[in-house]
């Protein structure tokens, strides 16, 4: 209610007190990027400076975030704090860090620049009297030592860290912006990944190498451990290994979580990474481009590509709860979010629904190991040249129905659907097959004899072949859709970018494209190591939908791999008949219309008798022509995979080999 006898004075003085929060409020702010930087400069977590100004750490994540401005009294006090902070930093003056590396040409070779020289940031060993202040950025840091700890970024911009044990440095990159954004709607903005070079390891007191070789994890009661509990983080169940993950429990929904990797105890250099030497800038770059194209890196190649599943497919999504209206983790239609088991004849034979079952009613999709003897005419060519399908087995995944999280329906006698996917009891033994092609039903390529337990995408191309379909028995998932399209459609562009990177482009024409894949060995290694990283990302994601017992001995014993819902090994079964089928049909139909047959299939490697050492000999130009093999980058096309004479190929056959296996190999002809 307002007062009508005020007099002059205090009219006056309100009109003042008006004007002053005004003008406070009219006080300059730095851009929200610099707030983070100077704040994270200064060594302060937002926690600090939410209680000296005396409100929540979200409303100063949101303030450096941009999304909210400070209101009074807020504002001015943290003007203040932002020109205090500024006015606190000293110009920095250092030299730029120099990799501690051998001297000499032969080391300098080990050294492979990661990007042409007009894209490299300013070698280290210039002079750099002066370096401008860094603003953290990306979704990860490579961490070295020198005289200091040094963090290099995926942009070429480097930052000395005032941190000097390893809890320092996890405070610093959680607070740091570090992180990845998320990959699809209802993910996760990416936590930040910390990789520590063997010199940096050694600064923060961890050993060169780990004690416990089967394992691989640090003792519990190390002294690193102990610093990082009484700074309140955690270790995930898995320890602290080569890729550990640290965290501190979640506080108003809010996630405090970093990975780690320890490149001296093999991080980043097994398991599918096999990285070269790089120096630190280098190897910050070629992890940013891995984490561009696919994700942050969460361990061996394996793990990244089921991570990736999960990330674009994430198991639970936001929904309200019918009783209270809330926003609750809801399952995600389309997404894995269960674990279950498998129909019996799809469990390994490790798995306790194994126990006691009969050889025979266990399926048996796996990739073809066949070969055959040439016949007269294929005897007389010269030459055997290998033909290998370009990432077979993603380009199978692309599109295809695969059962989510109903368990499989057991039926008796049921009519055949190839709309549902599932396995099924069948007997294709009755199938008019040419023995000059392996069969599409069996791994060995040798025609069955009896009924077995088929995936619905092989008995689909039975029917395709005009085949009675008659199955006894099936176990069926009625809960069904293309779960790994997003995930083949991520791996396929990152490969393709890639490649394009290395000088191999889409739609040139096949000479070239020989010409291209030839000189391919030849390019930079670093290059090379990451594009082996994304296809090693694609066949582990793979195999880690029927990932096998590790440290069990004990038969019929149930692992932990088996209560993750990304556990499905009737999902790789249906991937793997998928590539088999896709393959027999271009076999076909290169059969129909060349009258060439293959002499030996591994996997996705194709043998074929040929006139001259060369793809283009058994692969000619079709344009216009679809459904025969074409050599181009594409995942499901094909490359030359070597070249033998027929006199090779005879003797691998002679002592019981497969010359599929051998014909990359660089040994001359014997």
């Known amino acids: 209610m307002r007062e009508e006898h005020a007099d002059e004075s205090e009219l006056c003085a309100r009109v003042d007190g008006l004007l002053a929060d005004l003008s406070a409020q009219r006080i300059p702010l730095p851009p929200p990027r610099e707030r983070t930087r100077l704040r994270t400069a200064a060594g302060l977590s937002t926690e600090q400076v939410a209680d000296v100004l005396s409100c929540r750490a979200e409303d100063i994540a949101a303030w450096e975030a941009g999304t909210r401005a400070p209101r009074l009294p807020h504002h001015a006090a943290y003007a203040r704090l932002l020109d205090g902070l500024k006015a606190l930093e000293q110009p920095l003056q250092t030299k730029a860090p120099t990799p501690r590396e051998p001297t000499g040409p032969a080391a300098r070779a080990e050294q492979p620049a990661l990007f042409p020289a007009d894209e490299a940031p300013p070698s280290p060993r210039r002079p750099a009297p002066s370096l401008p202040r860094v603003i953290p950025t990306g979704p990860l840091a490579v961490i070295d030592h020198t005289d200091t700890l040094v963090a290099h970024f995926t942009d070429g911009s480097a930052l000395p860290l005032a941190a ?49 070789r089967v394992t691989l994890r640090l003792p519990t009661d190390h002294p690193v451990l102990a610093q990082l509990r009484q700074a309140g983080f955690l270790l995930t169940r898995r320890g602290f290994g080569p890729w550990p993950r640290v965290y501190r429990p979640v506080v108003n929904k809010k996630r405090a979580s970093l990975q780690l990797a320890i490149q001296a105890w093999g991080a980043l250099c097994q398991d599918g990474w096999n990285l070269p030497p790089l120096a630190p800038a280098d190897l910050a770059r070629l992890l940013g481009r891995y984490t561009e194209r696919l994700l942050t890196p969460r361990g061996s190649t394996a793990v990244c590509g089921q991570e990736l599943m999960t990330a674009l497919r994430p198991p639970t999504k936001p929904g309200r709860d019918p009783a209270n209206s809330r926003w609750v983790p809801t399952p995600h239609r389309g997404a894995l979010h269960q674990a279950m088991d498998p129909a019996p004849p799809e469990a390994p034979d490790a798995h306790p629904l194994a126990q006691g079952r009969r050889p025979e009613d266990a399926m048996e999709e796996e990739a073809w190991d066949w070969s055959r003897a040439p016949d007269e005419h294929e005897s007389a060519l010269a030459h055997v040249v290998g033909i290998d399908i370009n990432l077979a087995f993603l380009s199978a995944a692309s599109s295809l129905s695969v059962g989510l999280n109903a368990p499989p329906r057991h039926v008796i006698a049921p009519t055949f659907d190839k709309t549902i996917p599932g396995a099924w009891y069948c007997d294709l033994s009755h199938a008019p097959l040419d023995p000059r092609l392996p069969s599409p039903f069996t791994a060995t390529g040798q025609a069955p004899t009896k009924p077995a337990w088929y995936t619905t995408v092989t008995l689909a191309y039975a029917q395709e072949l005009n085949l009675d379909i008659r199955p006894t028995e099936a176990y069926l998932r009625d809960d069904h859709g293309p779960y790994l399209t997003p995930w083949y459609e991520r791996l396929r562009d990152a490969y393709l970018a890639t490649m394009a990177d290395l000088g191999v482009h889409e739609k040139i024409p096949q000479p070239q494209y020989l010409a291209a894949m030839q000189k391919l060995p030849t390019a930079d290694p670093a290059q090379l190591a990451l594009l082996a990283a994304i296809k090693a990302t694609a066949k582990g994601g793979l195999g880690k939908l029927r990932e096998g017992p590790r440290h069990i001995t004990a038969p019929y014993t149930r692992w932990p791999a088996l209560d993750k819902p990304t556990w499905r090994p009737d999902i790789r079964a249906a991937v793997v008949a998928k590539a088999r089928v896709n393959l027999h049909r271009k076999l076909r139909k290169m059969a129909e219309q060349s009258g060439r047959y293959p002499l030996a299939v591994l996997s996705d490697c194709v043998l074929y008798a040929a006139h001259a050492p060369t793809a283009l000999d058994v692969v000619p130009d079709q344009l216009g022509t679809q459904g025969l093999i074409r050599l181009a980058v594409n995942p499901g096309c094909a490359k030359q995979e070597g070249a033998k004479s027929t006199a090779w190929y005879q003797q691998q056959l002679t002592q019981g080999l497969n010359p599929a296996r051998y014909i990359k190999n660089d040994a001359p002809d014997t």
Do not use: M
Not at 176 to 200: E, M
């Open 164 to 212: 000097d044990d390893l809890p320092g440095v996890v405070q610093w990159a959680l607070d740091s912006g570090l992180r990845r954004d998320r990959l699809s709607p209802y993910d996760q903005d990416g936590d930040p990944l910390i990789v520590l070079t063997p010199a940096a390891s050694t600064a923060l007191h961890l050993p060169a190498e780990l004690d416990d």
